[in-house]
């Protein structure tokens, strides 16, 4: 069956500028996480979104970063006012849920601020 | 809170060696683990997971892993290392029931020489 999906692929942005990075989970999974990796800081939680309980925001590094889940399904992390240390590869993430602890990563979305 | 030291950031093998890819965790329940591989500009795949049934774990491609609480241990091995084998390979910890993010290691990068 088809895998998470990301879009885009590759992302230049200037610095300043909003940026939306889009998720597609496995069909059925209820759980959908997004992570960080970058050279420096290596691989970091950002949030968790689990059916339709709130999510857990703990990872976000600053109020700049928000993210949503519509429908259960897609999720949207959108960064605001971008900056060179936003530069990284965001990779999102989707389990079955529910006591499955498996995680299924997509190929990300590589983020450059210039 | 949790845990992952790997040791060796590089090792390096010749091809038809044995792999051993090393991880120590911390975590203060009892942790579910992780294996991932990543290939150049993809996501992470799973390669294996503990999740408190066998403390030997085989997975994917003939790799294989131990549990060992007594060490912290959950040392990734393979008899015999083939080209395809060269990726980084990261080392993860979910804090037992109840959690559900993955606490990464800083990975270690495979090469393979021929």
């Known amino acids: 069956g088809a895998g998470v999906s990301q879009s885009p692929s590759n992302k230049v942005t200037e610095k300043g500028k909003d940026v939306e990075l889009r998720c597609d989970p496995i069909?059925?999974?209820?759980?959908l996480y997004w992570y960080r990796q970058s050279l420096g800081q290596g691989l970091e939680f950002l949030i968790y979104f689990q059916g339709n309980s709130a999510p857990d925001k703990s990872g976000l590094p600053s109020d700049r970063f928000s993210a949503e889940r519509t429908g259960g399904s897609v999720s949207t992390l959108t960064i605001q006012r971008t900056q060179q240390e936003d530069s990284a590869v965001y990779l999102c993430?989707?389990?079955?849920?529910?006591?499955?602890?498996?995680?299924?990563f997509g190929p990300g979305t590589r983020l450059t601020v210039t | 809170a949790q845990s992952v030291t790997q040791l060796g950031s590089h090792v390096s093998v010749s091809e038809g060696a044995l792999v051993l890819l090393r991880c120590n965790y911390s975590?203060?329940?009892?942790?579910?683990l992780f294996w991932y591989v990543q290939y150049p500009n993809q996501g992470l795949q799973l390669l294996l997971k503990?999740?408190?049934?066998?403390?030997l774990v085989k997975g994917i491609n003939g790799f294989e892993a131990e549990f060992k609480k007594s060490e912290t241990s959950f040392h990734l091995t393979k008899p015999s290392a083939h080209m395809r084998d060269a990726a980084e390979y990261f080392c993860?910890?979910?804090?037992?029931?109840?959690?559900?993010?993955?606490?990464f290691g800083k990975g270690t990068k495979l090469s393979v020489i021929p």
């Open positions: 993860a910890v979910i804090g037992g029931a109840g959690s559900y993010q993955l606490t």
């Open positions: 069909s059925g999974h209820t759980a």
């Open positions: 503990y999740t408190s049934a066998a403390t």
């Open positions: 975590s203060s329940v009892p942790p579910y």
């Open positions: 993430a989707s389990s079955p849920g529910a006591g499955s602890y498996e995680q299924y």
